[in-house]
């Protein structure tokens, strides 16, 4: 099996990172392509990929493909590869935005299409990718890329192509949520003194640790909040803080404003 790519950025990086790891395939079995002969070369150093400056030459020789560039390179790729993929070629998208309808009408006959949302959190092997599929992927193939992806970014969940925009809200766009949210506990601390890079590390590992014990556990955000809020204590004056500052009404909306921004790509 010979997995394409064509983008070889940060995303692609992950996935290719994740692959080798799992072992699922070898590296010369993983191909790409990329602008710049310089992130060409470094692929090929870092992980020892062939590389090619030819989009349609990947898609050619893929089994899986994999589009991982920005939507607004999306249109210029499509043409570079639309006569290159067949019906045997399992295109996996995870530009944001771009429906299979949409990629599928830039092809002249019947395609694989899957489209996935994963985040950035993949680069360390603990991020949440949401897919979805056409009616001419079939559930042994959905079930390959569900393994292929989850194995890379730590976790995997196909969703409904309706609510895509909505996953990727929830988990595409909400790093940089959570990452301003541990500058902003890591500012507190060193306003209450702690040295910086001392309070990053604490801020971060919390987040870290929270998250773990809710997957882990099985209770919920309110449950594990009510057992850190003690009567008349320090937790449940802060929890009033944030309320009073409308903080989960915060950052709902920023959530749907991704949600939105994404439908209109």
Same mark, same amino acid.
Not at 211 to 235: F, H, I, N, Q, Y
């Given at each position: 099996?010979?997995?394409?790519?064509?983008?070889?950025?940060?995303?692609?990086?992950?996935?290719?990172?994740?692959?080798?790891?799992?072992?699922?395939?070898?590296?010369?079995?993983?191909?790409?392509?990329?602008?710049?002969?310089?992130?060409?070369?470094?692929?090929?150093?870092?992980?020892?990929?062939?590389?090619?400056?030819?989009?349609?030459?990947?898609?050619?020789?893929?089994?899986?493909?994999?589009?991982?560039?920005?939507?607004?390179?999306?249109?210029?790729?499509?043409?570079?590869?639309?006569?290159?993929?067949?019906?045997?070629?399992?295109?996996?998208?995870?530009?944001?935005?771009?429906?299979?309808?949409?990629? *599928?009408?830039?092809? %002249? /006959?019947?395609? &694989?299409?899957?489209? #996935?949302? $994963?985040?950035?959190?993949?680069?360390? =092997?603990?991020?949440?990718?949401?897919?979805?599929?056409?009616?001419?992927?079939?559930?042994?193939?959905?079930?390959?890329?569900?393994?292929?992806?989850?194995?890379?970014?730590?976790?995997?969940?196909?969703?409904?192509?309706?609510?895509?925009?909505?996953?990727?809200?929830?988990?595409?766009?909400?790093?940089?949520?959570?990452?301003?949210?541990?500058?902003?506990?890591?500012?507190?601390?060193?306003?209450?003194?702690?040295?910086?890079?001392?309070?990053?590390?604490?801020?971060?590992?919390?987040?870290?640790?929270?998250?773990?014990?809710?997957?882990? *556990?099985?209770?919920? %955000? /309110?449950?594990? &909040?009510?057992?850190? #809020?003690? $009567?008349?204590?320090?937790?449940?004056? =802060?929890?009033?803080?944030?309320?009073?500052?409308?903080?989960?009404?915060?950052?709902?909306?920023?959530?749907?404003?991704?949600?939105?921004?994404?439908?209109?790509?």
């Amino acid at each position: 099996m010979v997995i394409g790519f064509i983008g070889l950025g940060n995303m692609a990086r992950a996935l290719i990172g994740g692959i080798l790891k799992e072992k699922a395939v070898a590296p010369e079995d993983i191909t790409g392509s990329a602008a710049t002969a310089e992130t060409r070369r470094r692929m090929e150093a870092d992980f020892g990929i062939r590389t090619s400056e030819s989009n349609a030459q990947i898609a050619a020789e893929a089994d899986i493909l994999f589009l991982a560039v920005k939507p607004q390179y999306l249109p210029v790729v499509l043409e570079d590869i639309r006569n290159a993929v067949t019906e045997r070629t399992l295109i996996v998208s995870v530009a944001a935005g771009k429906t299979t309808k949409w990629l *599928s009408e830039a092809f %002249p /006959g019947p395609v &694989k299409i899957v489209r #996935c949302m $994963p985040n950035t959190p993949a680069l360390v =092997g603990e991020g949440c990718a949401a897919v979805c599929r056409n009616e001419n992927v079939t559930e042994e193939e959905l079930g390959l890329v569900l393994r292929l992806i989850g194995s890379c970014c730590g976790m995997a969940e196909l969703v409904p192509e309706q609510l895509m925009d909505t996953a990727g809200g929830v988990n595409g766009s909400s790093p940089a949520f959570v990452f301003l949210f541990i500058e902003a506990l890591a500012d507190a601390g060193v306003k209450g003194g702690l040295p910086r890079a001392q309070s990053y590390r604490f801020a971060a590992q919390t987040v870290l640790g929270a998250a773990r014990l809710m997957l882990e *556990s099985g209770k919920t %955000p /309110g449950e594990l &909040k009510d057992m850190v #809020c003690s $009567p008349g204590g320090t937790t449940i004056e =802060g929890v009033e803080t944030l309320e009073k500052n409308a903080f989960r009404g915060a950052v709902m909306q920023a959530v749907g404003a991704a949600i939105e921004k994404s439908k209109k790509l």
